[in-house]
């Protein structure tokens, strides 16, 4: 293949993509049809099936280019700060935040996507499931080097701090997602203030 | 209608009911077609239809058997405790063993609907941020009254406490369903006991 064509096909293959996690974000992946993505980045179905062989493969390219959205737009924001309590505080605002810029149309990708395929066991299950575990380890890790510093006492431990940090983003995803409710992420902070204080 | 058919009749239609609960909470609300729900419970398409006009009637008809389905495995365990710090603690403690007991196949029926309809303009859409926002006052209430008397601090305020509670309900949901993760539940007691003791 040409250089220009090999270009072209990852430039199309890369609108496909945003494309399908726009749709994604609002219909969830399975509202990722092969024909109703065609419909969408006007093209046939079987110019779309040249790039995504299924449904399957869609939705793990999406995935996958959320989980990159994810990276850029929550921990890019807090990577540069110093491992333990500067950098798991500025992670959880840059979460907090991540919501409220709706870096995605519909909402935390992730929240939708683990209530639409907790049931689905496959493929795109299981990267979602590890890839949420990862992210829960990478807070745990921070909240750890806190504890280990004086930071943060030792209790609650590190995974339960995650654990909370977790269920405090899904309650300001829906708060703002099912209630409209625009006080959700200054309740987030606070209940952050509480939880991971910042030091003294 | 004879008596007897009136009461065939509404057996049918709790019959179909009980069905569309289970592939609600498993496939979520939109996996409610009529043909779907048709096949399930062993019945022609129109006949379903005689019951149901259509999909949106059967997923509102659900939504409400799943909300008595938690008030009785939910709020009816904690409703005779007293008012106030007691019957809060209560409530959320049936409210996490919900989550462990099963209640529903697929995990927390609302959880998921939420995840699903907050994009979804319409009634069903409505009736699940109608009786969500309910629930977080009721847990408010209690919390309220148990400021009142002393039994928890002023702060953080009660709408704080019902919403870091949901946040947690989340959580566990979550970690059970996606990551099969068993000792989620023990994380949001041990949460629990930290937002609202016991009083001394």
Redesign the interface.
Known sequence: MPRRSREDTAETRRQIVETAVGVAS???L?GLTIGRLADDVGMSKSGLLNHFGNKEALQLAALRAAQQRFRVEVWHRAADEAPGLPRLRAVAEAWVSYLERRVFP??CFF??A??????QPGPV?DE??ES??RWLDTLATDAREAQRVGDLPPE?TA??LA??L???????N??L???HDDG?PA?AR??ID?LIPPAV
Chains 1, 2 share one sequence.
């Open positions: 609002v219909d969830g399975e519909g909402g929240a939708a683990t209530m639409e395929m907790d049931d299950r979602l499931a949420m575990s609650p995974e339960q654990f909370e977790q269920g405090l983003i899904f309650a300001t829906w708060a997602q099912l209630l959700a309740r606070a209940a509480r």
